[in-house]
């Protein structure tokens, strides 16, 4: 088992496109608040400054949520925190019944917002192995009418999408059936051409962490994935190695792939990985880990185009340690990382 099982995030986000409230209002459903009224206020989130941090900001997600609850009850400290992650962009992970109307939702709400909307694809076929976030769509056809489906949504509209989490690495590391391989090469390729076809779509397939093994493993499945049509590849999604290490796995990665750029994972990051208990686990809900680098596209080096919060900061990884259901809001294990993250 490697740490890369970090990227095991079950997309809880549902999104209803409403032409009743500017044609584009989110109505999250499906999310755990996680207690505390999360679900009962609203907040004065906006929007970054677009000139180094152009995503879309939505006023209406689970951090946002909880921020405007500890303010209404008054819990000053809570709601400083919390304030750390719900002013941040995060990926909107899509979900697997409404991908085109999700899509859609999302997408509309960052144009309004003159911003572009993150996107995370997590519906691979025999998707994580198993574990928490097992699951997918249930063969290949019904995974390319999926993908169909979300590009419709996006439209010409601008977006930029992290696709699939952990499944090239899969392909590696022993734990995904021989025999469905070729497939997945096939329909990951596809849906980064699919992608690719719109007009303001960035595409970066994930390439695993600085913590699995070497890109000497992965250079070869991810061009055999289409890394060659993307715009890039991600590193450290839903992981925690510093950004250092992401960025010197990232670039040595980049020279076996053409040179290809790749955006960096940095929302969880900030204290590095956790070095306790049991290896397997280590990435699971783990302990003192801190808030990384906020997102931004002025990230001072040519090859990586942005530092992302691809997995959103107080969401769960999964039933351990006391944790939710995987993508279930947790407060508890939110204000810990916005109270240990380095600023």
């Not at 906006?46 to 209404?72: F, H, I, M, T």
């Not at 996006?154 to 469905?180: K, N, S």
């Not at 351990?320 to 947790?330: E, L, M, N, S, V």
Request: hydrophobic share 35%.
């Amino acid at each position: 088992m490697h740490d890369s099982r970090g990227a095991r995030i079950a997309a809880r986000a549902r999104v209803r496109a409403s032409a009743a409230v500017l044609g584009a209002a989110l109505l999250l459903a499906g999310c755990s608040s996680g207690g505390d009224g999360a679900d009962d206020a609203k907040s004065d989130i906006g929007q970054r400054p677009k000139s180094a941090d152009p995503y879309w900001v939505n006023p209406d997600g689970n951090a946002a949520r909880q921020l405007a609850a500890y303010e209404k009850a008054g819990k000053k400290t809570e709601a400083e925190r919390i304030r750390r992650i719900a002013e941040q962009p995060t990926g909107e992970w899509i979900g697997p019944e409404n991908p085109e109307q999700e899509a859609r939702g999302f997408t509309e709400a960052a144009e309004k917002a003159d911003r572009t909307a993150l996107l995370v694809l997590y519906n691979i076929p025999h998707r994580d192995c198993g574990q928490y976030s097992q699951g997918g769509a249930t063969d290949g056809d019904g995974y390319r009418a999926w993908i169909d489906g979300v590009a419709r949504g996006i439209g010409d509209r601008t977006a930029t999408v992290v696709l699939e989490p952990d499944a090239v690495l899969h392909l590696v590391d022993g734990c995904t059936p021989d025999e469905v391989h070729e497939e997945r090469y096939d329909l990951l390729k596809g849906a980064v051409a699919k992608l690719k076809s719109l007009k303001n779509t960035k595409v970066y397939l994930d390439a695993g962490n600085a913590g699995w093994g070497h890109p000497d493993q992965i250079f070869e499945p991810l061009r055999r994935a289409g890394v060659d049509q993307a715009d890039g590849f991600a590193v450290n999604v839903s992981n925690f190695y510093s950004t250092e290490d992401s960025i010197a796995y990232g670039k040595q990665l980049s020279a076996k792939v053409g040179g290809k750029h790749f955006v960096v994972d940095t929302s969880r990051n900030g204290n590095g990985p956790y070095t306790g208990g049991d290896p397997a686990q280590r990435w699971c809900n783990p302990p003192g880990r801190g808030l990384g680098r906020t997102p931004t596209t002025r990230t001072d080096d040519p090859l990586v185009d942005a530092y992302l919060w691809v997995k959103r900061p107080g969401e769960s990884d999964g039933t351990c340690k006391g944790g939710p259901k995987a993508g279930q809001w947790w407060a508890g294990y939110a204000l810990g990382l916005a109270g240990a993250g380095k600023r």
